[in-house]
């Protein structure tokens, strides 16, 4: 049995987990710093780095206890060092560092968005121990990996989870950030993906009418910032704020959500059914907070089983930002041979 120890402090989680044997997750302490940030919109850096430093020796306490081990018991120790908020990245690699010299045990540094295209391959310690099989098969390779996030919205060509080829990423705004943009639109909060989808849920999807950005006929880029501007325009009117969502009916909310995330939806499923085409995969395997979308898994489920190949969707708990993809991929990467040394750098952009 070798258990790691990840840590996870990208952006606004404060997080720490322990994955046993690369898949089974003996504990995903999270810390959320919503109330935090709530009032101001958005993630400030210095307040989340803040709240980082006070709260993680409690969330790794915490994180070991459930699991029921202490430093003896960790085979290594594996941070998510790019790509994130400086500031943030900083206190997590710090303290990895320290606890692995501590403890003489090995450190890895973890890509925070590759690590979402490992969620799918987690399962939680209760459910290995209660049903027989419920380990599913690791996902058959080469996979064509999707990761829909707050920070990122790219399609991966992934050859083994240590080896990842880039085949094409958003040139202006990402899903989740989208979702978060429209939220704000309709005055629903933050962070405003769940609220979207749960308000898409009494919306009529063709009520609307918003254009859909496949940059030419081969690109397997994504733009999302014409979409938001046309849901804004829509809702505000055009040449200046008009009026505001508080002017539309709660049904055009609704309509206005619900046709916003179809075509989410529908962009999606044109990517990833292109990059099919040019990488032929054995899987298809995807992460980011944006995959907690009920609507979104449909539609990428149907994808796959079009295609023929097993989806690897995260189970919920998985989606959004945590630590036990942060150690079950950087158990990965260990046994693959990958080591850092105690100069181990926190990189913003990856
Ligand atoms: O992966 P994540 O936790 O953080 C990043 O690495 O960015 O993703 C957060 C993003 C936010 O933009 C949030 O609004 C979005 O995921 N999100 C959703 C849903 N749940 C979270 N978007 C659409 N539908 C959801 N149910
Ligand atoms: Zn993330």
Redesign the pocket.
């Known amino acids: 049995m070798s258990c790691v120890l990840g840590i996870e402090t990208?952006?606004d989680?404060t997080a720490c987990a322990v994955v046993e044997d690369r898949r089974i997750v003996r504990s995903n302490v999270i810390g959320t710093q919503i109330d935090l940030h709530q009032k101001y919109g958005g993630v400030v850096p210095e307040i989340a780095a803040r709240a980082h430093i006070e709260w993680l020796n409690d969330i790794m306490a915490q994180a070991m206890k459930v699991a029921g081990v202490s430093g003896k018991d960790i085979s290594g120790v594996a941070v998510a060092n790019c790509p994130g908020l400086v500031g943030c990245l900083l206190v997590g690699v710090s303290a990895a560092k320290a606890l692995a010299f501590a403890w003489d045990k090995p450190l890895v540094g973890v890509n925070?968005?590759h690590a979402?295209l490992y969620a799918g391959c987690l399962v939680p310690a209760e459910r290995v121990g209660q049903e027989a099989g419920v380990l599913p098969e690791s996902p058959p390779l080469p996979a064509l990996g999707l990761v829909i996030?707050?920070?990122?919205t790219t399609l991966y060509d992934v050859q083994a989870f240590h080896c990842l080829h880039r085949l094409g990423s958003t040139i202006d705004d990402?899903v989740?950030?989208a979702?978060?943009k429209v939220?704000a639109i309709l005055q629903l909060g933050y962070?405003?993906?769940?609220l979207?989808?749960n308000l898409a849920r009494s919306g009529r999807a063709d009520a609307v009418k918003f254009p859909l950005s496949l940059l030419g006929k081969q690109s397997l880029d994504f733009s999302f910032s014409g979409l938001k501007t046309a849901v804004l325009y829509h809702v505000n009117g055009q040449g200046g704020a008009q009026r505001t969502s508080a002017d539309i009916t709660p049904q055009q909310r609704a309509d206005t959500a619900a046709a916003f995330q179809r075509v989410v939806a529908e962009v999606l499923e044109i990517k990833v059914r292109r990059a099919m085409d040019a990488v032929n995969p054995r899987s298809l395997i995807v992460g980011?907070?944006?995959s907690?979308?009920?609507a979104?898994r449909n539609c990428l489920q149907r994808v796959a089983d079009t295609a023929k190949i097993p989806l690897y969707l995260p189970p919920m708990a998985y989606?959004?930002?945590n630590a036990a993809m942060i150690a079950g991929l950087g158990a990965q990467l260990l046994e693959a041979g990958h080591c850092a040394d105690l100069d181990l750098s926190a990189i913003a952009t990856a």
């Open positions: 990208t952006c989680e925070h968005v979402h996030s707050g920070g990122h990402a989740g950030e979702f978060d939220a962070p405003g993906g769940p979207v989808e980011g907070g944006v907690a979308n009920g979104i989606c959004t930002d």
